[in-house]
């Protein structure tokens, strides 16, 4: 069955750091890749998505880019601030995100000042 | 963005007894409802996926006399988790999804059964 991969945590970096989450999945086809993030005390919210091979989504500074062939989606920052600091969830579907998703189990990620 | 309630945030019971999760999308009408639980450091897993005015979807595993999910209006699904023992303990989270094909989230509420 279809399964995602991220890297453990938690992840601790000061402001201005680079960031990078890495996501591996395992599917058969071509499935849709998303990051969520959650901030305390919210909901998941879909940070950015990527619907076939090398296409790279963007979101606040957050980029992500569909690798088919190391079957990866790893999430990148050039400088995080202390507000990116949340649960970060990669998933995927095999439509887009109003079908069935398949979530890694997430990576918290703290910035301090 | 569209905003998903849950209700409660959190709840503590005694073993045996039933609980009921409400999950409500404010802003938009939510055709799909997905229900997910959550382990502590663990991934968010599906655990069913309900149509309005339709008997919900359960994945592989689920117990659907067990984990009761009522869909009945565009704006409100239910879990009941019947006759509760501590190994429900855990954290529920439900999602919404309308006209604009992506999954809106709620909160999540906290399951203590004692």
Redo the contacts between chains.
């Keep these: 069955g279809d399964s995602v991969t991220q890297m453990e945590g938690p992840v601790t970096l000061s402001e201005e750091a680079c960031l990078t989450i890495n996501c591996t999945y395992t599917a058969t086809g071509y499935p849709s890749l998303f990051w969520y993030v959650q901030y305390p005390g919210e909901g998941l919210q879909l940070l950015l998505k990527a619907t076939k091979a090398d296409d790279k989504g963007s979101n606040k500074g957050f980029e992500a880019t569909y690798r088919k062939e190391t079957t990866s989606f790893h999430l990148e920052k050039g400088s995080v601030q202390v507000s990116d600091s949340a649960v970060y969830f990669c998933a995927l579907s095999r439509g887009t995100s109003y079908g069935k998703l398949t979530f890694g189990q997430g990576t918290i990620l703290t910035v301090h000042p | ?1 569209a905003v ?1 309630s849950q209700h409660p945030s959190w709840v503590i019971c005694k073993s045996g007894t039933s609980v009921k999760i409400e999950c409500r999308s404010l802003d938009f009408q939510a055709t ?1 409802m ?1 229900w997910y639980r959550q382990f502590p ?6 655990m069913a ?1 309900s149509n309005e005015g339709s008997k919900a979807t359960y994945e592989q595993g689920v117990e659907k006399d067990k984990f009761l999910i009522n869909h009945a209006s565009l704006t409100l699904s239910t879990l009941t988790v019947t006759s509760a023992h501590p190994e429900d303990s855990s954290f529920y ?1 439900c ?1 919404a ?1 309308g006209g604009r ?8 509420t906290r399951l203590t059964v004692l």
Excluded: D, N
């Excluded at chain 2, 450091?41 to 599906?46: I, P």
């Design positions: 963005g998903v799909t997905f450091k663990q991934s968010l897993m599906l996926t989270i999602s999804s094909r992506e999954q809106f989230f709620g909160p999540g």
